[in-house]
């Protein structure tokens, strides 16, 4: 299944909820013209090519790919066809991508407004540092890590421990949280998403 994919690879969320973001837009069109679309979005950092991805989301049933042959519904696999003896060798062959049941209660799942709130209330003693990370990165020009860890460094949690001397929390684990749950993004400097707009705003 696919949440559990994501689950158990971290880093394979962020691609597999994009491709499948995509592919609820493109619901209907041809795996090409999507996997096309995902590589002008496609961030350096994500390991996996769309292809790959949309290999995985099929596998976990979070996609369902129909392969058309000379536009009628073929009952099998691309990989299938390759060795089909029957199928001509200059058929039109297209596979269209449409998101099942399970793709989009994934995406419900780790829709950004709702990670987002889940860390905070799941987090009651951080939500004053998770906040003031928000409102900075909401400024127009955004917070550079620096500036972050300044303003984190100078709030209670992270204070160090009288008795060890040594910080429970650092900054950066305040920075990573919120941009897992999809609060904050990179982009030149760390800004607030739609999603962590909308908790600033409340």
């Known amino acids: 299944m696919a949440s559990e994919l994501i689950e158990h690879n971290p880093l394979l969320k962020k691609p597999l909820l994009t491709l499948l973001s995509l592919a609820e837009r493109y619901e209907g069109e041809s795996r090409s013209s999507l996997e096309q679309a995902a590589?002008?979005?496609?961030?350096?950092?994500?390991?996996?090519?769309?292809?790959?991805?949309?290999?995985?989301?099929?596998?976990?049933?979070?996609?369902?790919?129909?392969?058309?042959?000379?536009g009628e519904p073929y009952d099998g696999t691309l990989e299938d066809l390759q060795f089909d003896a029957a199928a001509a060798e200059d058929a039109v062959v297209e596979a269209r991508l449409s998101v099942t049941g399970e793709g989009r209660e994934l995406l419900r799942a780790y829709a950004p407004n709702r990670t987002l709130h889940a860390l905070i209330a799941d987090k009651p003693r951080y939500r004053d540092v998770f906040e003031a990370i928000l409102d900075a990165c909401n400024a127009e020009r955004g917070a550079t890590r620096e500036e972050l860890e300044r303003l984190v460094g100078d709030m209670p949690p992270a204070q160090p421990d009288p008795a060890t001397k040594q910080a429970a929390v650092y900054p950066q684990y305040f920075i990573?949280?919120?941009?897992?749950?999809?609060?904050?993004?990179?982009?030149?400097?760390?800004?607030?998403?739609?999603?962590?707009?909308?908790h600033v705003a409340v």
């Open 176 to 198: 990573d949280a919120l941009e897992s749950a999809g609060g904050i993004a990179w982009q030149g400097t760390w800004r607030t998403t739609d999603a962590g707009k909308a």
């Open 39 to 70: 590589l002008e979005a496609w961030d350096d950092a994500y390991r996996q090519s769309p292809s790959a991805c949309v290999d995985i989301l099929v596998r976990g049933g979070a996609l369902n790919e129909q392969v058309l042959l000379d």
